[in-house]
């Protein structure tokens, strides 16, 4: 049932397409349309188009923006130039992840976040509750659809469409301007391990925007995405989810996100929490497993060494690209050196695993 959800502008589109609609944080949300692993290959080989219009958007202005946002995130927010994106985490006062988001600059002083959308409102919230200085923090959701064009046929597909010049946009950089006639925000950035782009365009747009792409798409073989393969695309490249990998209680030290914890920076929000664990070490880390026997992680399932309890399971799927079962989990620290053997409870059968690099997929 998907009567009191939210929809997003795409949401007619989605149902006349045939796609199997569930609840995700609140959004009547298309799962699949012809099957998850039909789609994640086609986003491996091809190219997929997938709705995240139920994504929030928080822009930050003002000018002392950029010394609120250093103070509130764990990366370094002052090293971003105009019309570059950055991958950063804002933290609660005890290091724990309040949300993994993406921050835009689009001007000196004026940025937009894109934030998870179960956490949109708390976001927003926390971010509002933190200002100070002069900073303007506005919740800009509604205003917003946004598409994210993925594969490695996503530039061939989008490129005839704008005048942009697709190949100058760098990895985790935008620009803006018309993609079939319509106003957009257009960044290399995306969720698959697969080159592509994330488009932003008015919510009005959506829908011609969508019908545009999918037209032009058809010869290269684009088919919209949902849901289900959204997320096996992740979990082969290990990407955080949160709710999963990540919440408030954890730490990007213990989530392996030290790369974006700058603690070059002045001083910032969980900052000292996140100081004393690098120098005493963390209790637990988050690593990769793959299954070397028959049967599937599932998330919360529990993790044992020589009998004994050490973590459990944050996601796993049975991988479409590679055919075989993996899992993110955390696990005691000692626990998670790579080829050291885990068992995994399945239905209350151990099933044994290994823990191995990740990402679990490269392309």
Known sequence: MTQGLKRTPLYAVHRRAGAKVVEFAGWGMPVQYRGVIEEHLAVRSRAGLFDVSHMGEIEIAGADAVEFCQRISANDVARMKVSQAQYNLLLNDRGGVVDDVIFYRLEPNHFLICVNAANSDKDFHWIRDHAEGKVEVADVSARYAQMALQGPMAGKILQPLTALRLGEIK?????????????????????????????????????????????????????????????????????????????????????????????????????????????????????????????????????????????????????????????????????????????????????????????????
Request: charged residues 25%; aromatic residues 10%; contains cysteine.
């Open 171 to 363: 990895s985790f950089h935008f620009g803006f301007g018309d993609v079939a006639s319509i106003h957009c925000l257009v960044a290399r950035t995306g969720y698959t391990g697969e080159d592509g782009f994330e488009l932003y365009c008015q919510s009005g747009d959506a829908e011609r925007l969508w019908n545009a792409l999918m037209e032009f798409g058809a010869s290269e073989g684009l088919v919209p995405v949902g849901l289900g393969a959204r997320d096996t695309l992740r979990l082969e490249k290990a990407y955080p989810l949160y709710g999963h990998e990540l919440d408030d209680t954890t730490t990007p030290l213990e989530a392996g996100l030290d790369w974006v914890t700058k603690f070059s920076k002045p001083a910032f929000i969980g900052r000292e929490v996140l100081v004393r664990q690098k120098e005493e070490g963390v209790k637990r880390r988050l690593v990769g497993l793959e299954l070397r026997e028959p049967g599937i992680a599932r998330g919360d399932y529990p993790l044992f060494k020589n009998g004994e309890p050490i973590g459990r399971v944050t996601s796993g799927t049975k991988s479409p690209s590679l055919g075989k079962s993996i899992a993110l989990g955390y696990v005691a620290s000692e626990a998670a050196g790579i080829g050291n053997s885990i068992d995994v409870e399945i239905r209350g059968r151990k099933v044994r695993s290994e823990v191995v690099p990740l990402p679990f997929y490269r392309r």
